[in-house]
């Protein structure tokens, strides 16, 4: 009776051992299940956290490599009427992925060293620099010298900063300008490297913008808009003035006349 109860009792106490065996064993599968399952996610939000980030490394490269020429392009603006005698005219259009384009226009001169520039900036989702700094690299492509303040001229388009370099070594003289609009966000800046003095850089500036002129404005209402109330304001050059200002590079034989005190 005494080995009956032994087998017995032994009995019930394997069947507990194999439960507590099966429960452990379940568990630890259970445990590397969580845990295989940890690691994938770990590694699958990493991935997408790598994929994400790609677009802004592509974005710490120059601004400048993500404008390309049009090839195609559709002009949108002219300067008319210039008698500009020995100056070659070029007008090039540039595109950003982002929306943004300009319309540059250049002229030089015969032995096609740069006399002026005027671009027709209109921003689209890129990051916009700070047109001064444009000017001032356009300038002085060095970037030795700064830009100081040189007054304002009246224009169709209103009231247009001018900026010179700050250092002047007796090389040529250069005057930039600047005209912001915010509505529609455009810009209106460049420069001129011609012309025997700042009164008749000043005279040619304001006479390039008055003959400044929109031929299309796509879809842009507000740019239409901007370009017909500044015809209400536009002056034609007229013939005036002593013989070293009708020699002025933009005119020829006629004389920027300015609107307004300078």
């Not at 020995?86 to 943004?100: L, V």
């Not at 356009?138 to 224009?155: F, M, R, V, Y």
């Not at 966000?185 to 012309?195: A, H, M, S």
Request: glycine share 8%; net charge negative.
């Amino acid at each position: 009776m005494l080995f009956q109860a032994n087998r017995a009792t032994s009995h019930h106490t394997r069947i507990p051992s194999a439960l507590t065996s099966f429960v452990d064993e379940v568990y630890a599968t259970l445990s590397g299940l969580f845990t295989y399952v940890a690691l994938l996610a770990l590694f699958g939000g990493l991935a997408v956290y790598l994929w994400q980030q790609l677009p802004d490394a592509t974005a710490m490269e120059p601004a400048a490599a993500g404008w390309s020429l049009a090839s195609r392009p559709v002009p949108a603006f002219a300067v008319s009427r210039l008698d500009l005698h020995d100056k070659t005219e070029t007008y090039e259009i540039f595109r950003h992925p982002e929306g943004g384009r300009r319309d540059i226009f250049r002229w030089t001169d015969a032995e096609h060293s740069p006399a002026a520039e005027l671009e027709i900036y209109r921003p689209g989702g890129e990051a916009a620099g700070p047109a001064i700094a444009t000017i001032a690299a356009q300038l002085d492509p060095g970037g030795t010298s700064e830009l100081e303040a040189a007054g304002i001229i009246d224009s169709k388009f209103g009231s247009v900063a001018l900026l010179r370099p700050a250092a002047r070594d007796g090389g040529r003289a250069c005057l930039g300008f600047l005209k912001q609009v915010d509505a529609p966000n455009i810009r209106i800046f460049g420069w001129i490297c011609q012309g025997a003095g700042l009164p008749v850089q000043r005279a040619a500036i304001s006479c390039m913008l008055n003959r400044l002129t929109l031929l299309t404005a796509g879809n842009d209402p507000k740019l239409a808009e901007m370009f017909a109330h500044a015809e209400l304001r536009r002056t034609d050059c007229a013939p005036s003035g002593p013989p070293a200002l009708s020699s002025d590079w933009v005119m020829g034989s006629e004389n920027p006349r300015m609107r307004g005190a300078l």
